[in-house]
């Protein structure tokens, strides 16, 4: 769950860091849940679309939440627009884009087993090199085998370059959202 603006999810006009700032240094995937608190009664918080997101428009919205929390659950990809539903403290910022990334499928991929370390007996006598048929490739030859790597730095190293990776990734859609 993450806690809208970082601290205890508080949807105030004036947070001590922009929404949209907190947003861009978060990474959202489907099935995420977003929580809002606020004031019961004098705010609330409304789901609308990039238009009404720009003009700051609380008439039409997609979804208002107005029991002083909100709990959110983003379910599908792309951008969520969130706004205040007093127009007044959206015009001064309170209102929030949230882009959640694809979700991708992998595909499975098939796992062979260990090769068998046991061979068959070997004749003494070798047949002449014309009758030798040829040999069909062993499995691990047709099925990738995956292992995992084994605890190292450099594993630890690449952990942090994915999600270095990631973090830019989520910063230039949140970019493209706001800018396009």
Request: charged share 15%.
């Amino acid at each position: 769950m993450f806690y809208v603006g970082g601290g205890n999810g508080d949807w105030v006009i004036n947070p001590n860091e922009s929404y949209n700032t907190w947003a861009a240094r978060n990474c959202f995937q489907v099935n995420d849940t977003l929580y809002f608190k606020y004031a019961k009664g004098s705010d609330s918080v409304q789901l609308v679309t990039k238009a009404d997101f720009e003009g700051c428009n609380i008439k039409n919205p997609l979804e208002k939440f107005d029991n002083g929390e909100a709990e959110v659950t983003l379910n599908r990809s792309g951008a969520f627009y969130f706004v205040s539903g007093d127009r007044y403290h959206c015009t001064k910022g309170q209102k929030l884009i949230v882009s959640v990334l694809a979700m991708r499928n992998h595909p499975n991929v098939p796992v062979s087993p260990a090769p068998s370390t046991s061979q068959p007996p070997q004749s003494s006598v070798s047949p002449a090199p014309e009758m030798i048929p040829p040999s069909p490739p062993a499995p691990s030859e047709l099925t990738p085998t995956i292992k995992a790597p084994a605890s190292s730095p450099k594993n630890a190293a690449s952990g942090v370059a994915v999600t270095s990776v990631m973090t830019t990734v989520c910063n230039v859609a949140l970019a493209v959202l706001m800018f396009a």
